[in-house]
């Protein structure tokens, strides 16, 4: 049991059509609070997603989806694992691994030289996916 104390798990093998209401039909029963889709720094979907439960339940039974078919792949679901140093932005200070200014901007996503700010396109961590 690789159980964390997040809410987060990430989901893998997306296909790259795949929209946001099919992934929350997919977590049907599942009280899902947010879905941060992984992109490349041209903003370009990477095939996987993190989504935060708003429970521990939702967040066991997602893990349940692992090996389930979806758009013809099969999903990879697993407990996200928190990586050091990342938590650094909570506080509000400093902008992960980007610094106090610069790219990592007040309370940036910091991580890889940052992106700063309030995340990605004015804010909202659920891109434009539909």
């Given at each position: 049991?690789?159980?964390?104390?997040?809410?987060?798990?990430?989901?893998?093998?997306?296909?790259?059509?795949?929209?946001?209401?099919?992934?929350?039909?997919?977590?049907?029963?599942?009280?899902?609070?947010?879905?941060?889709?992984?992109?490349?720094?041209?903003?370009?979907?990477?095939?996987?997603?993190?989504?935060?439960?708003?429970?521990?339940?939702?967040?066991?039974?997602?893990?349940?989806?692992?090996?389930?078919?979806?758009?013809?792949?099969?999903?990879?679901v697993m407990y996200a694992l928190e990586r050091p140093g990342t938590n650094s932005h909570k506080d509000g200070k400093g902008g992960g691994k980007g610094g106090k200014g610069g790219k990592g901007g007040k309370g940036g996503k910091g991580g890889k030289g940052g992106k700063g700010g309030n995340g990605r396109k004015g804010g909202k961590e659920s891109s434009g996916r539909k």
């Amino acid at each position: 049991d690789s159980r964390t104390n997040s809410k987060k798990v990430f989901v893998g093998n997306l296909s790259w059509d795949l929209e946001e209401s099919v992934l929350k039909r997919t977590f049907a029963g599942c009280h899902i609070a947010n879905i941060k889709w992984g992109e490349d720094e041209y903003g370009q979907f990477k095939g996987f997603a993190h989504v935060t439960f708003e429970d521990d339940e939702s967040v066991d039974k997602a893990v349940e989806k692992n090996g389930v078919e979806l758009m013809g792949r099969e999903l990879k679901v697993m407990y996200a694992l928190e990586r050091p140093g990342t938590n650094s932005h909570k506080d509000g200070k400093g902008g992960g691994k980007g610094g106090k200014g610069g790219k990592g901007g007040k309370g940036g996503k910091g991580g890889k030289g940052g992106k700063g700010g309030n995340g990605r396109k004015g804010g909202k961590e659920s891109s434009g996916r539909k």
